[in-house]
């Protein structure tokens, strides 16, 4: 190749790759990440997700760029953060495990596909029109955990039968809590048991409600799923402990921090299949056409150390139905 010939080639690789570099750079696309919570409490989450979107072919930094949104447990704040992600037209809104979140979504846009995780009945909710056909720019996953409040009172009559009134810790700003507490009246009816509800809202509240808990006094408690209450769980576990109140709770997570029992869906599980959800999005599916999954796998974990301590037998039949028994 003669000299001239040889410059011209790389003059024309030069103005070629300016052009690639542009090509790459507008393929990122952009997905939008909105929960209730705190980042801190949600390490192992986020990295599911993040990894789920990454088995879909969308790996963050090379493809896919992630717009985080925490409201802090400061629910208020969801439809300002909400309206900010419309505002950047990113081309999916993610809402695992919160229902506060979805519904801020799903206010803020009516054509930004939006994936909810969500505990209750999203067409109760009003978040789809039905499981099947969701319709519009919503679907996700239903993780049931409102019509698990029975079986969890079951759980816990089954562990504590001499209780005659169980405890019930709701947080009345989260959008689940109304149908929840009907559930659990009904259960506990059924038991021939009183229900005590106990509102806790922000973390002053927590000092009364177990004042009152151990006043009336419940002979067991139940915590269900709440944002708030996950990030508080800790805290929960341990004034539960230490005020020798059987407690059932609705995540693995609380009984891996010293709670005596959990039964419920797996969150781990509701964030990846929210992040397969939106990958399916980015490669061109509708909303509309992904009917609402609903989970179908629920574990029973039983913390043995914790029910010796608060001198409770245990019931073989209730081992023998445990998912994870931890010593």
Avoid: C
Avoid at 9 to 36: C, D, E, H, K, T
Avoid at 68 to 77: C, G, I, L, S, V
Avoid at 107 to 136: E, K, N, Q, Y
Avoid at 304 to 320: E, R, T
């Amino acid at each position: 190749m003669r000299r001239r010939d040889i410059i011209k080639a790389i003059a024309g690789s030069a103005a070629v790759w300016p052009l690639a570099a542009r090509a790459q750079q507008s393929a990122m696309q952009v997905v939008g990440f909105l929960n209730a919570g705190s980042p801190t409490e949600r390490v192992n989450l986020v990295a599911t997700f993040r990894q789920a979107l990454g088995e879909a072919g969308y790996v963050e930094g090379r493809n896919v760029s992630i717009e985080y949104r925490w409201a802090e447990n400061q629910y208020d704040r969801l439809p300002r953060l909400a309206a900010d992600l419309v505002q950047r037209q990113v081309a999916a809104i993610a809402t695992p495990g919160s229902t506060p979140a979805a519904l801020a979504a799903k206010a803020a846009t009516a054509t930004i596909p939006i994936v909810f995780g969500v505990g209750g009945d999203p067409v109760r909710l009003g978040l789809v029109a039905s499981l099947s056909r969701p319709g519009g720019n919503v679907t996700g996953i239903s993780f049931l955990t409102t019509l698990l409040v029975t079986k969890q009172l079951d759980l816990l009559h089954e562990l504590v039968p001499s209780a005659e009134t169980i405890g019930l810790l709701v947080n009345p700003k989260f959008p689940d809590t109304e149908a929840m507490t009907k559930e659990a009246r009904e259960a506990a009816t059924s038991h021939g048991k009183k229900l005590l509800v106990v509102s806790v809202s922000n973390e002053s509240d927590f000092n009364q409600a177990f004042a009152t808990l151990v006043h009336e006094p419940v002979g067991a408690l139940l915590v269900p799923v709440e944002p708030f209450f996950l990030s508080q769980r800790k805290r929960i576990v341990e004034m539960a402990d230490r005020h020798a109140l059987p407690a059932i709770y609705s995540l693995r997570e609380f009984a891996v921090d010293g709670g005596l029992m959990s039964y419920g869906t797996s969150l781990v599980e509701s964030y990846r299949q929210v992040a397969v959800y939106v990958g399916r999005i980015l490669n061109g599916a509708r909303p509309a056409d992904l009917p609402v999954v609903q989970s179908t796998k629920f574990e029973l974990v039983i913390n043995i150390k914790v029910a010796k301590a608060l001198g409770l037998q245990v019931p073989d039949k209730l081992l023998s139905l445990a998912d994870e028994v931890i010593e």
